[in-house]
């Protein structure tokens, strides 16, 4: 009888941020994210408006109605990004994220680089590029480790 190979844990891991993005409601692209320390997941996120807030696809986005590229003007969106909505469920829970590696569907952004870089997260393993310069930059800086990982 053959035995299946199992997932290697990046794969696992990253499958699970796959999921979370499953849950993103946001029109321009479903991100997800999971932070894990030790083999055990610490938080999840995924990309969407605060607790309570109108979902973009109900009332439209205002980025698209602008024309904004991707990449640029941040603060004209009505969403958090999967990054920030793990570290702030962590922070909410208590749960200490520091030491641990996020698993994200998209390249960080410049500001969600910035606060991986203070959440003292030691690693970003993404699958998906995303074009921004500065956020490159910024990690260069950190002693924040990046790899891509490729999904079989």
């Known amino acids: 009888m053959e035995t299946e190979k199992h997932?290697?844990?990046d794969q696992y891991f990253m499958k699970m941020a796959y999921m979370a993005a499953s849950r993103a409601n946001c029109v321009r692209r479903q991100v997800g994210a999971i932070i894990v320390r030790d083999k055990s997941?610490?938080?999840t996120g995924y990309n969407?408006?605060?607790s309570g807030a109108q979902h973009c696809d109900v009332v439209g986005c205002i980025r698209i109605d602008?024309?904004?590229?991707?990449g640029e003007r941040h603060e004209l969106c009505r969403g958090l990004h999967a990054e920030q909505n793990a570290i702030i469920q962590a922070a909410v829970n208590g749960v200490s994220i520091r030491g641990g590696v996020i698993y994200t569907t998209t390249?960080?952004?410049v500001v969600c680089a910035k606060m991986i870089v203070n959440?003292?997260?030691?690693e970003i393993i993404y699958t998906e590029g995303?074009?921004?310069e500065l956020s490159e930059l910024m990690l260069l800086e950190s002693d924040v480790k990046k790899r891509k990982l490729?999904?079989?």
Do not use: Q, R, T
Not at 66 to 70: E, Q, R, T
Not at 119 to 122: D, E, M, Q, S, V
């Open 41 to 43: 997941i610490l938080a």
């Open 107 to 109: 390249f960080p952004c």
């Open 150 to 152: 490729v999904i079989e």
């Open 130 to 132: 995303y074009p921004d």
């Open 119 to 122: 959440a003292k997260l030691k």
């Open 66 to 70: 602008m024309d904004i590229p991707s």
């Open 7 to 9: 997932p290697s844990w």
């Open 48 to 50: 969407g408006p605060p």
